[in-house]
């Protein structure tokens, strides 16, 4: 009996119960109204709710007396060994083993699809990450973002939202004619101008540039920037691209921000044009002085956005405004959007352009701040000069050791990562921990082909050990886990059940043989504790995958 099932179960006893103290009562009530939680303390069951604490009032019963009516009826449930009441009202619900012990073929069955669930379906949402300027190698910041991104994405994409992993290029503005200014200079042999990009990296794509266009040179002075610039820009953009698909991470989207000045076909208007006229015609545009405002002031912000300033020049407000609108005319009705530390004014800047366009800036836009990152010991790039590069770091830790440990804390905590931790093959590394339990699984696996073990048989009846219990009542939490993860947009909370759960796996190794000992024959127990460990191999399997970990078979 899964936690569905049981919850379905409970709908069954509670409906009639409350109808009969209260017609209408029951009116509407869903499985999701009665949560079921798994006790702190396994001596009180396999699950515990407190419907009766909630429906007493609705109902107008003392809540001990409706949580024993509820108990009576639950106590005559195929699969349920006992129900008791405990304290004011408190329902504690065990299984009995065959029921409990079922879920070890489901996720058998089920396979790299156990743990999806239906929570976030019809939920169309744009998750932008990292956007970095295409002028230079991603660093330690964007790796934080890269892992946290990608995780939530894969969170609710398995929770049945439909997503689009989005990454913003800042590909036009000042920035960009310093980066070609710079990437010139290097070519030229020149010193790099002031306020421009200085490092090895910028040799480098010069000497790039030239290789493609060997008369860079002989060009005007005009169209040799222009050239050094976009020739660079595409091989900066390339760099950045394969540095996270080292990482285990890629994108739906790039999306530039370019095509938001650009003038569309046939003569229309721009993007950044379009939308200044869509925002005035919410009626939240006014001129002042010249300059075109948006009252932002009106959905919270701290004061009015000038969105194009007397000059006629567009402001990066006006872009934000262009770029937003922009997803939503694409379907993406939820926008989250992943942002450093150093980024907070763009929260009420985002949600007020929400407002402004007509939607719910509650509902409709979400801004996730995270904080800064260190690694001890880690040096800055040698090609950069004053950054710790994300390929750096990939190469020194390791993808799946960092973005674990990324992923093992929620965004808006600092974070200083210890390598020598990172770096150790023992329990004390809690990615190493997870893996290594996740081999464990396969190396039973492989032992018990040779011993003659297989899944020929499934008595779940026999998982009646009291590790096997506590093991099968954490597999059963893992879609919840990841319905609640979504939810909140957490992805540390998948990290930190995995390591409840290989914990437990240890425990049920440690007193529970998969394979016979001595000349002890082959029996239905072994063969069922197959199940059980397979089972949990898949689960530690989905629930890395999730945070974009590799579960190796073998360590």
């Known amino acids: ?15 009639p119960l409350a109808e009969a103290r209260r017609e209408g009562s029951a009116a509407g009530l869903t499985a999701s109204a009665l949560p079921l939680e798994r006790p702190k303390n396994r001596d009180h069951g396999d699950w515990a709710s407190n419907a009766a604490l909630k429906l007493a009032k609705v109902v107008g019963a003392n809540p001990r007396e409706l949580a024993t009516e509820i108990a009576a009826g639950l106590a005559l449930t195929p699969g349920i060994a006992s129900v008791e009441v405990a304290g004011p009202g408190f329902i504690n619900i065990r299984l009995d083993a065959a029921a409990a012990g079922a879920l070890a073929k489901t996720i058998v069955d089920a396979g790299a699809a156990f743990g999806t669930n239906e929570s976030q379906r019809g939920r169309t949402i744009n998750v932008e990450f990292v956007s970095a300027n295409p002028t230079g190698p ?17 969170l609710l994409l398995a929770s049945g939202a439909t997503v689009a992993r989005e990454f913003y290029i800042n590909d036009a503005g000042v920035q960009m004619d310093r980066f070609g200014g710079s990437v010139l200079a290097a070519a030229k042999g020149e010193p ?6 200085a490092g090895v990296y910028i040799d480098d794509l010069a000497r790039r540039v030239l290789e493609t266009r060997p008369d860079l040179l002989d060009l005007d002075p005009d169209e040799q920037l222009v050239t050094a610039r976009d020739l660079a820009y595409g091989f900066q953009l390339g760099e950045q691209q394969a540095s996270l698909a080292k990482f285990h991470v890629t994108f739906d989207v790039w999306f530039s921000e370019r095509t938001l000045h650009a003038d569309g076909a046939n003569g229309e208007p721009s993007l950044v044009d379009e939308a200044v006229e869509r925002l005035r015609a919410q009626g939240h545009v006014f001129d002042d002085d010249g300059a075109v405002w948006v009252r932002t002031t009106d959905f919270g912000d701290d004061k009015d956005r000038v969105i194009r300033r007397s000059n006629g020049e567009y402001t990066y407000f006006a872009a934000d405004a262009a770029y937003y609108l922009n997803k939503g005319d694409r ?36 801004v996730l701040i995270g904080q800064l990152v260190s690694v001890n010991g880690a040096r800055l790039s040698k090609r950069a000069g004053n950054i710790i590069e994300m390929d750096d770091l990939r190469e020194w830790l390791g993808t799946d050791a960092l973005r674990y440990s990324l992923g093992r804390y929620p965004a808006d905590s600092p974070l200083t990562l210890d390598p020598e931790l990172l770096r150790k093959r023992t329990n004390d590394n809690p990615v190493f921990y997870v893996q290594y339990a996740h081999a464990r699984t396969h190396n039973v696996a492989r032992n018990a082909v040779t011993s003659g073990v297989d899944r020929s048989e499934f008595a779940p009846e026999l998982l009646d050990h009291e590790t096997e219990s506590a093991l099968l009542g954490a597999l ?9 993860a979504a939810e909140v947009r ?29 000349d002890e024959p082959v029996g239905g127990v072994h063969r069922t504790r ?26």
């Open 1 to 15: 009996m899964n936690p569905a099932e049981l919850s379905a179960a409970l709908l069954a006893v509670v409906t």
């Open 138 to 154: 991603l660093h330690i910041g964007h790796t934080r973002w890269a892992a946290l991104g990608d995780s939530i994405a894969r």
């Open 192 to 197: 790099t101008p002031e306020g421009g990009y």
């Open 331 to 366: 379907g993406y009705a939820h926008k989250i959007y992943l942002l450093g530390a150093d980024h907070h004014g763009y929260v009420h800047r985002l949600k007020a352009l929400a407002g402004a366009a007509g939607d719910d800036p509650e509902k409709d836009v979400e």
């Open 476 to 484: 059963q939490e893992f879609p919840r886990i990841v319905a609640f």
């Open 490 to 518: 957490e992805p540390h909370r998948v990290a930190r059940y995995l390591e409840e759960l290989a914990g437990l796996y240890h425990r049920w190794y440690d007193n529970c043989r998969v394979i016979p000992l001595g």
């Open 530 to 555: 197959l199940w059980l460990n397979d089972a949990t191999g898949q689960v530690l399997r989905n629930g890395l995958d999730l945070l974009g970990v590799d579960a190796p078979e073998r360590m």
